[in-house]
Nanobody, 125 residues
Framework: VQLQASGGGLVQAGGSLRLSCAASGRTLRGYTLAWFRQATGKEREFVGV????????IYADSVKGRFTISRDNAKSTLYVQMNSLQPEDTAVYYC???????????????????WGQGTQVTVSS
């Protein structure tokens, strides 16, 4: 499955952005879908994940209460609504898809075999 992330941009602190990740080549139904981010000079960081059954998403503590992940299986699209953005949220955001990922590995990048190209989010203070 090919993933295409979009929706990044420049926003002031306190603002909002909505990222999308569209799939082509195969439906996303049945995939565990996640967002990661990578700031310059840092390792790729888990943001959140939503599993195939559309159960409650799981979030990193750093974004909990500010970010909301959702999926539309009919449109094969993953979303993240990001509110109350802060300068420390500045990063390239990546979407990822994987299958048969055990719970303890949901936040591990190597668990996912399909990645989008990334979209830049820059939050100015």
């Amino acid at each position: 499955v090919q993933l295409q992330a979009s929706g990044g941009g420049l926003v002031q602190a306190g603002g909002s952005l909505r990222l999308s990740c569209a799939a082509s080549g195969r439906t996303l139904r049945g995939y565990t879908l996640a967002w990661f981010r990578q700031a310059t000079g840092k390792e790729r960081e888990f943001v959140g994940v939503i599993r195939p059954t559309n159960s409650n998403p799981i979030y990193a503590d750093s974004v909990k209460g500010r970010f909301t992940i959702s999926r539309d299986n009919a449109k094969s699209t993953l979303y993240v609504q990001m509110n109350s953005l802060q300068p420390e949220d500045t990063a390239v955001y990546y979407c990822a898809a994987g299958q048969s990922i055990i719970y303890s590995n949901l936040g591990v990048p190597s668990s996912y075999h399909n990645w989008g190209q990334g979209t830049q989010v820059t939050v100015s203070s």
